[in-house]
């Protein structure tokens, strides 16, 4: 197999449908501000690098009133994709990066070839506090770990009961439920019911249905060892891809929107869609794009039975001055009382053993969701989670190949499904993997 320098991976583009997050407002992750500074009077900044919506605002300003002599500012870029090009490009140069910067599960492979670059977090302290799966990704062969697990993404099934309505379909969400078990095949087969009887779509996007089947792939582009599995050969994605594709513009069920474009985040404001994958993190995307609107509804069910979609980490950079503080500080951020604070905030959901089993965490509802038990269903949907997808370092690069063949398809319609897949092909070859 080869490998890729670190300044190799800054060329590397993002899909969009990768991200993690609202397309809400907030500064950019860039900048040499992102380095921390001590002030005349012996204050400490640590700056903290996030994406999208981590839930922390609130606790920021609890850690101050609880750290004398630290003050924490927070720097939020509005996609994974955008943190990912920003911590590429600083850890590339040495400098410029914020004293905690998060990643995202799916680019954690990547820097996982550079351990030097980040601080050791393994301490007595943090032992056994993260689900074993969360904690073994971010740790290298010889122990060292790069990373504190935030949230994890268990998968459930966003609605609109208004709109099932419409089609005379069930709206409580155990009923929903009840009809959407089984398999994507029955997922497209309500869904072109919903079509044939409303003209709305189904679902949002071909690329985020996309990222649901593929994380149900046990080895979606490389095996356990890393080697490559050559796109042409790859049946597991080429199954994916046609059945996505077959369901999203063959059947007509997809609206066409890339996620997190400005026509994605307009669409939730005029009936653009009646469903979507919705991992916990998803709660807060969707209330934030639909304030206003009502009628979303979660329901505890999810095709092939259960799927993780994202969960990320929070790292401290090498390159920091002031590692120790740092250190603490995300070791708070990741504690289980401040994990189930997050998830209450946005929708984060805890990755933390000891919060999973809170009382606090399982009573939780949500009022936007027709005050769904949404702590309960996602707890018991991630019980249902039997497959890890084993993402290697260059899982990002070839998945971005995929998800731009779909887009062409999906959303330019540019491009009809064959003639995308062999531009994929090309593009898989010109990576040099092979």
């Known amino acids: 197999m080869k490998t890729r320098t670190l300044t190799t991976l800054i060329g590397f583009g993002a899909a969009g449908a990768l991200a993690l997050g609202a397309c809400s407002s907030g500064a950019s992750a860039g900048g040499e501000s992102g380095a921390s500074s001590e002030s005349t009077d012996g204050e400490i900044t640590l700056t903290v690098a996030t994406f ?10 609890e850690y101050m009133e609880t750290h004398p002599g630290i003050k924490v500012v927070g720097k939020k870029a509005a996609t994974s994709n955008e943190a990912r090009d920003n911590m590429n490009t600083r850890l590339a140069a040495g400098s410029g990066l914020a004293d905690v910067e998060a990643i995202e599960v799916d680019w954690l492979p990547e820097l996982m070839q550079y351990p030097d670059k980040f601080a050791d977090l393994n301490t007595d302290a943090v032992k056994g506090r993260w689900l074993d799966w969360k904690s073994a990704a971010a740790t ?58 409303t003209g709305i ?138 994990q189930i604070k997050a998830f209450k905030a946005k929708g984060t959901f805890p990755s933390q053993v000891d919060a999973l089993s809170s009382d606090e965490l399982l009573s939780y509802t949500n009022e936007f969701f027709n005050n769904a038990p949404v702590g309960q269903i996602y707890s018991d949907m991630a019980k249902k ?39 994929a092909l090309s593009e898989f070859d010109a990576l040099g993997l092979m």
């Open 52 to 61: 999208n919506e981590f839930g922390y605002d609130d606790l920021y300003a």
């Open 385 to 423: 989670i039997t497959v890890q997808p084993h993402k290697g370092p260059n899982f990002f690069a070839i998945t971005v190949i995929v998800t731009d063949a779909i887009n062409r398809v999906d959303v330019a319609g540019t491009d009809d499904p064959a003639s995308s897949w062999e531009k």
């Open 140 to 197: 290298t062969e010889d122990g060292k770990l790069i990373g504190y697990g935030t949230d994890a993404g268990p998968e459930a099934i966003c609605y609109r009961a208004d709109l099932f309505a419409k089609a005379g379909l069930p709206t409580e969400r155990n009923e929903v439920a009840a009809l959407l078990e089984g398999d994507w095949d029955t997922y497209f087969s309500v869904g072109k019911d919903f079509v044939a009887k």
């Open 201 to 338: 779509p189904w679902f949002d996007s071909a690329t985020g249905t996309y990222q649901g089947m593929l994380n149900q792939v046990e080895n979606p582009f490389e095996k356990n060892d890393n080697s490559i599995i050559p796109l042409k050969d790859n049946t597991a994605i080429k199954a994916v891809y046609d059945q996505d594709l077959q369901a999203s513009t063959s059947d007509g069920l997809s609206a066409g929107f890339e996620q997190w474009s400005e026509d994605w985040v307009n669409a939730f404001q005029n009936d653009g869609f009646a469903t979507m994958l919705c991992p916990p993190w998803m709660l807060g995307v969707i209330e934030g794009n639909a304030a206003d609107v009502t009628g979303w509804d979660v329901a505890p069910v999810y095709p092939g039975g259960g799927g993780n979609w994202g969960g990320s980490y929070l790292t401290v950079p090498a390159q920091g001055a002031h590692i120790e503080e740092a250190t603490e500080l995300a070791a708070w951020l990741t504690a289980p009382e401040q």
